[in-house]
């Protein structure tokens, strides 16, 4: 059975840094001959929203609100996923999410149970 179990999240001042982990378990990343790799999040009264991810030929990509200051990286050996956040604002405080395709061996995405992140003035 795959599962996805995310750490790290919890709440921090204007300015500050966390950094998320979503292990894997069931899995081995270097199994997926199609992998992709996301970090979504939702803050309260809104839509989920795709932070950062890291396509099936290597590609990592950010959204515009976290450029520059988020980087996702990813540990084959340890089948665990990586968001450290720096520079962090309210704007940043919602529940965070990782999420990975993995084809053949599933259809769609596995995902993460979700990490809380709040960041205080």
């Known amino acids: 059975q795959v599962q996805l179990v995310q750490s790290g999240g919890g709440s921090v001042q204007r300015g500050g840094s966390l950094k998320l982990s979503c292990a894997a378990s069931?899995?081995?990343?270097?199994?997926?001959?199609?992998?992709?790799y996301r970090w979504y999040r939702q803050a309260p009264g809104k839509e989920r929203e795709l932070v950062s991810s890291?396509?099936?030929?290597?590609?990592?990509t950010y959204s515009d609100s976290v450029k520059g200051r988020f980087t996702f990286s990813q540990d084959n050996v340890k089948n665990t996923l990586y968001l450290q956040m720096n520079s962090l604002n309210s704007g940043d405080t919602a529940v965070y999410y990782c999420a990975v395709g993995c084809r053949p061996l599933w259809v769609g995405h596995k995902w993460g149970q979700g990490t809380p992140v709040t960041v205080s003035s």
């Open positions: 069931g899995v081995s990343f270097s199994s997926c001959e199609m992998g992709w």
């Open positions: 890291i396509s099936s030929t290597g590609a990592t």
